[in-house]
């Protein structure tokens, strides 16, 4: 704990989606890091209640951290750039300098086969997850470039090395994250290298992402690991300049087979392991609202 308090402490620290799951872990241990905070989420009581929790579990442990700087927290929609230009402003404000952005805000996909996903939701998605992490990137970044040394960590997904069925939405987003990430932090590399650019690829973590119905066999199967021990492996892969996180249940072996496999055998695989945690029944095939005629059909066109 001492080695993250010497490197962290009086640094400040800038999370996304942080009234939940990873982004709250991440707030409450780099705020015991001794940091400053500035938080950020769409759901402004539930924010209220980490701001809270934070200050609780700061002034228990008052000899680790900084109790007398205030937390910056405000209702950000990840998906608006103005949102984000006006986050950041009041974070400087307050704390005058920004050395580390998480951008960690996500939410789940549809989690149904694509021809049985509305585009609305695909849109959502890539809205939230994808382009919530280039404006968090591209807004702060002036200010990131600013300091001896500062971190870019952008939140992806085992879903960003593999894409196992059901996902194609949420699969996509983060598999932009990955492509986005993985250019910004070569082109950094060559103009800014103090500026250190991770991707982290989480496994299943214990949170509250999977708020359909549908979704909870799969959350009570794969969601296992600790948001706080994710938390611990972000902070220790900065600390230690590691460009690719993978932590969480099934990250490692996951991230291996993602390789090493061809993608034929990597398909079947990642069928077996998601058959059946869907909808009831065999909905891959017979979904409400599935368009797809059955190969014997003939179609007009
Ligand atoms: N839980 C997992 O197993 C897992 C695995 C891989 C990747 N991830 C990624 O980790 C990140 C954090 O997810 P989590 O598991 O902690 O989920 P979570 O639902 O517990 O927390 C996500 C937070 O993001 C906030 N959010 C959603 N939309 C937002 C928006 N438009 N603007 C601002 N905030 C918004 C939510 O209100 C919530 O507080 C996400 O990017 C997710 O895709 C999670």
Partial sequence: MQEYQRFYQGKTVVISGAASGIG???????????????????????????????????????????????????????????????????????????????????????????????????????????????????TSLPYLVQRPWAALVNVSSIFGLVAPPNTADYSASKFAIRGYTESLRAELELVHPQVQVHLVHPGGINTNITRLEHSQKFKQRFLTTEPRALALQIAKGVMRNKARIVFGNQAKRTAFASRLLPLSWLSKILSKEIDGLGLEGDYIREHEGFELPNKNDKTDN
Avoid at 74 to 95: G, N, R, Y
Avoid at 125 to 132: H, Q, S
């Fill in 24 to 138: 709250s872990a991440l707030a409450h241990l780099f705020a015991e890091f001794g940091c400053k905070i500035a938080i950020c989420d769409i759901d402004g009581s539930a924010l209220a209640q980490v701001v809270e929790s934070i200050q609780a579990t700061l002034q228990k442990n008052r000899s680790h951290a900084d109790v007398s700087s205030p937390i910056v927290s405000q209702v950000v929609d990840v998906a608006s750039k103005e949102a984000w230009s006006a986050f950041l402003a009041k974070c400087i404000d307050t704390h005058e300098h920004i050395d580390l952005v998480i951008n960690n805000a996500g939410i789940e996909g549809s989690s149904q086969p694509i021809w049985a996903s509305s585009d609305d939701t695909l849109e959502r998605v890539m809205d939230v997850n994808f382009y919530g992490m280039v404006f968090g990137s591209k």
